[in-house]
Structure formats: C-alpha cells, structure tokens
C-alpha cells in the first residue's frame, strides 16, 4: 500500500528554519517525482515545490526561491524540504504528494504537518 507520511512541522520564529522531510512506503522512490504543497485557513492549496525522479530536476514557487529547498534522498526513501528565512505568510499545512512526473495529477497525498511562524 502506498503511504507518504510528512514529519518536522512545528512553531518557529520568523528567520527560522525548519526541514521537512517525507516518508514513503510501499513503492520506489526511484520511479515517482514528489511535490510539496501548502495550504493556509481560507486559502487555496499552492505548490511549493517539485522534484523529478532522480533529483536531477526541482521547481520551486516564486514565493520560496531562494529560501527553500527540496531534496531526495532514495536509499533512504524520502523527500526533504529545507525551509530557511521563514515568515509569517509560510504559515499553512504542507503535504507531500507523489506521482510519475512533476505537474501530474498528484495520485498520493500524505496527511499533512503544521508548520507556524510566530514571533
């Protein structure tokens, strides 16, 4: 069964970092491109990031270049994505999804983390 479980949200202070990483489980990483989404209360979900299969292609949102950045590590079956000079306005859910190629349909979600910046 195909499982995508997101970890290292939390409560940090504007300018703070924080890395996220995402767990998968039930099939290779190697085969399958993931995404990193947000969604804040009242807003619509927004990509944030995307990384190919082999970690050889990323996109990022406008919002976040420059401050974050996605990586993979295959062995180890997981995605991370490092948050630096963080603020207020990255406040939100954020989710992995998992799928054959970045701009797909996105077939799996994980079920999300908090993620608060807050003086």
């Known amino acids: 069964q195909l499982q995508l479980v997101e970890s290292g949200g939390g409560l940090v202070q504007p300018g703070g970092s924080l890395r996220l990483s995402c767990a998968v489980s039930?099939?290779?990483?190697?085969?399958?491109?993931i995404g990193w989404f947000r969604q804040a209360p009242g807003k619509e979900r927004e990509e944030v990031s995307c990384?190919?299969?082999?970690?050889?292609?990323?996109n990022y949102a406008d919002s976040v270049k420059g401050r974050f950045t996605i990586s993979r590590d295959n062995a180890k079956n997981t995605v991370y994505l490092q948050m630096n000079s963080l603020k207020p306005e990255d406040t939100a859910v954020y989710y992995c999804?998992?799928?054959?190629?970045?701009?797909?349909?996105?077939?799996?979600w994980g079920q999300g983390t908090q993620v608060t910046v807050s003086p």
């Open positions: 999804a998992a799928d054959l190629l970045c701009g797909s349909r996105w077939a799996y």
């Open positions: 039930g099939f290779s990483l190697d085969y399958y491109a």
């Open positions: 990384i190919n299969n082999s970690g050889g292609r990323t």
